[in-house]
């Protein structure tokens, strides 16, 4: 899935998606919106979201994700595009309002506030005036402000395949915006070889990580991942839970076990980007 910038011809797609999602399309084509697109890669449009600047604040817009993208992150992905897009304009903070999305936002830094409260360029849109109803939350996000580093916690039964190489690929790719831990629900004790080889093939080494168990683990997560441990697995505080269900690769041939890895690699990518 790529994201992109549209082309004019594609401005009826946009229109066509926000309609089908049942959001304000009536002033598109009289508004100065800043539109990002993602594509698939047959050319059909799978998301949009858009951007209207006011000075140095922006009103967001037009986000949505056909139905058989959902569950993917991205959603995350497109917001996180549009905040880098505003930051590069020198916009200081972003604004929108929202029926059905506002925990989706909140998850991303965004703060419900009054709607007299929006910046007057916001404020002075059709979108604020008429297009959405007073029912609507008023959601506004600062973008100077420094952002609050994501807990997650990777876990799996012998924390030392699966759960140790999601840990590493949420470092390598979330960098210093993530503190991530794994945990066995029975520890090795140990991080397979296997591991540690098809990890340093992508530059990583894996060897430095130890294998630990969750008894060890302390504090609340922003994400909690379970990757098939089932009943082994203690609860632990979690704003957001979900089971991988991955197979333990342990006993893989080395194409079976770089599949998982890759696997791994993916989803711990899609969900950066659905935290934000």
């Given amino acids: 899935m790529r994201l992109r910038t ?26 100065d919106v800043h539109f990002i697109i993602a594509v698939r890669e047959d050319g059909t449009l799978a998301g949009t979201i858009g951007l209207q ?5 922006g009103l967001v817009r037009s ?5 058989d993208a959902r569950e993917r992150g991205l959603g995350g992905r497109l917001v996180q595009a549009l905040e880098t897009q505003a930051a590069a304009l020198g916009l200081r903070e972003l604004v929108l309002l929202t029926l059905t999305a506002e925990a989706f936002f909140v ?29 609507a ?6 973008l100077d402000a420094t952002p609050a580093v994501k807990r997650l916690l990777f876990v799996c039964v012998e924390n030392a395949n699966r ?43 894996l060897s430095t990580h130890a294998s630990k168990s969750l008894d060890r683990i302390e504090g609340e997560f922003d994400a909690v991942i379970t990757m098939g441990c089932g009943d082994g697995c ?5 704003r957001r839970r979900e ?9 893989l041939d080395d194409d079976g076990y770089r599949g998982v890895r890759d696997e791994i690699a993916r989803r711990v990518r899609e969900l950066l980007a659905d935290l934000g």
């Fill in 6 to 31: 549209p082309r004019d011809d594609e401005r009826a797609q946009i229109v066509a998606l926000l309609t089908e999602a049942a959001l304000p399309t009536a002033d598109l084509y009289r508004s």
């Fill in 53 to 57: 600047a006011f000075g140095d604040a």
């Fill in 63 to 67: 986000l949505a994700v056909r139905a």
């Fill in 107 to 135: 998850r991303r830094g965004y703060r419900r506030i009054e709607r007299v409260a929006a910046p007057p360029g916001a404020q002075a849109t059709a979108e604020f005036r008429n297009l959405c109803p007073g029912s």
């Fill in 137 to 142: 939350a008023c959601l506004l996000k600062r």
């Fill in 163 to 205: 759960s140790q190489m999601a840990e590493a690929f949420a470092r390598l790719h979330g960098g210093d915006r993530v503190e991530a831990l794994s945990a066995g629900s029975r520890p090795s004790g140990v991080i397979n070889p296997k591991a540690v080889r098809f990890m340093a093939e992508l530059g990583y080494d």
């Fill in 234 to 238: 203690p609860w632990v505080p979690a």
């Fill in 243 to 251: 089971d991988w269900s991955l197979p333990d690769p342990k006993h």
